[in-house]
C-alpha cells in the first residue's frame, strides 16, 4: 500500500486510533476482500503508458450517429468547455457558504433563470443528478401534496425512467404506478379519462415521447385538471425553442434531461436533472433554490434562499434526501443557453426538426422501409424495417453508422422498429449516407 506519510508518522496514527499495525485496523475486513487478484500487467513508465493509451485510443471507430433514446448529440461551442472548465469553476464544490461561494451561487442564480424563461416555469431548483431522478422528485412531490399514492404514467415514457421510478420507490415510499396506453404511438386519450376516475395524485406526460411523437398537451392538461390531479411533464429542452412550453399548458411540475444543453453524451452521464415546478409548489421542491439579495454594505450579493434537504432541516420534513448537484453541468447548459439566447435556441430546435423530417422522408421512400406512427416529431421518429432493428444496427455498424435504438430491447412485438435521430450536427451528406446504407439492406 502506497502511502506519501513516513513510517513515523503512520506509526503516531495508529498508536492515537489505539490499534498495533495496518492490519488490525483492518482486520474486520474478510480477506477475500483484502486479497483481490487483480493480474495487472508489469508497471509503465510514464512514456510507455502514453504510447500505449495512444495506441488503445487509436482503436476507437467513431461512428455516424443517428441514436437518441434520452442521450442527443448536439453541437457544443468551444466557448462552454473553455469557460466552464477554468480553475475557479472546476474545483468549486457545493456552497454550503454562501459568503465563500459568490461566484457558484451566481452561475446556479443565473441558471435557474434561464431555465425558468426556457421551461416558462416560476421556479427552477440547482439541478438534479439526471432526468429521471428529477421525475422521481417531482412524483414524491405531487403525492405530498395530493396525499396520495397513486401515479399515471404515459406508456411512452422513457423506460429507463420507468425502472428509476420502480427502484426510487420501493420500500418505504410505495408508490403505485399505472400506465396509461398508447393509441398508434401517442396516449389514448380515453383510457387517460377512464384511469382519471379515481383520485391520483399526477399524470406524467411525455412530449415528445420516447417515441418521438408529440402528444396533445394542452388537451391532457385539462383531462388532468379536471380531475383534480397534478400534471408532471418530462420535455426536451431543445424542442421549447419552437415547441409550447410546459408553462403555457399549465404543468405544475416539469422536468428534463438537460444533456442537450452544451454537455456532451459521455457515453451516457454525467447528466443534468432538470426540475422546475409553480411557485406555489416551491416548498414541495427538493435540493437546493438560490436567490439574490444585498449585504449589509448595500452590494448585490447571492444566498442560498430554499434548502429542504435533510442536511438543513430535520430528517423526518426533508422534501428529499438529495445532498448533491449537477453545478458544473449546469454551468455548461447556462453558457450554452446565454451564447445562443432565444434566437439561437429556435433556430437549433428548427435545425432539429428540419433535419429528422427530411430524413423521415427519404427512409419512408425506401422499399421495405416505412414510418411506423404518422404523428408530428420532433427530432426522433420510429421507422419499421423488413428485417430485425438489431440486424439493420449491426449491418450499419461495419460501415461507420450507429443507425439508431432497437425497440426490441423494450418490447418484443417491436423487433423490425428502429428509433432515429437527426439533430443539427447532421450535414445533409450524412443524412444522403445513412439512406444510401438502408438501401443496401
Known sequence: MFSANSQKDKQEMLSEIGVKDIEELFKDIPSSLKQADFNLPKALDEQALTKHIKALAAKNKPLLNFAGAGIYEHFIPAAVNALST????????????????????????????????????????????????????????????????????????????????KTYFNGTREIKFTEVSLKNGTLDLQDLKNKLQTPKAAFVLATPNFFGCLEEAEEVSKLVHADNALLISVVNPISLGILNTPGSYDSDFAVAEGQCLG??????????????????????????????????????????????REQHIRRERAASNICSNQALCALNALIYLSLLGPKGIKEVASLNLQKAHNLAKEISQIKGFSLTYQNPFFNEFVITCPVAAKQVINK???????????????????????????????TEQDLAQFVSCLRGI
Open 86 to 165: 477554468r480553475g475557479e469553476f472546476l474545483t468549486a464544490y457545493t456552497p454550503y457558504q454562501a459568503q465563500a461561494s459568490q461566484g457558484t451561487l451566481q452561475t446556479i442564480y443565473e441558471y435557474q433563470s434561464s431555465i425558468c424563461a426556457l421551461f416558462d416555469m416560476d421556479i427552477c431548483n440547482a439541478s438534479h443528478y439526471d432526468g429521471a431522478t428529477a421525475l422521481a422528485e417531482a412524483v414524491y412531490a405531487a403525492c405530498q401534496i395530493k396525499g396520495l399514492k397513486e401515479i399515471l404514467i404515459s406508456a411512452a415514457l422513457n423506460p429507463q425512467y420507468k425502472q428509476v421510478l
Open 263 to 308: 454537455n456532451a453524451m459521455n457515453f451516457g452521464g454525467p447528466g443534468l436533472g432538470i426540475f422546475t415546478c409553480k411557485k406555489q409548489y416551491v416548498r414541495y421542491m427538493p435540493g437546493r433554490l438560490c436567490g439574490i439579495t444585498k449585504d449589509d454594505k448595500g452590494n448585490r450579493c447571492f444566498v442560498l434562499t430554499l434548502q429542504a
Open 396 to 426: 450499419l455498424a461495419k460501415k461507420g453508422i450507429l443507425a439508431g435504438y432497437d425497440l426490441g430491447q423494450i418490447d418484443k412485438n417491436l423487433k423490425n422498429n428502429l428509433l432515429v435521430c437527426a439533430t443539427e450536427t447532421k
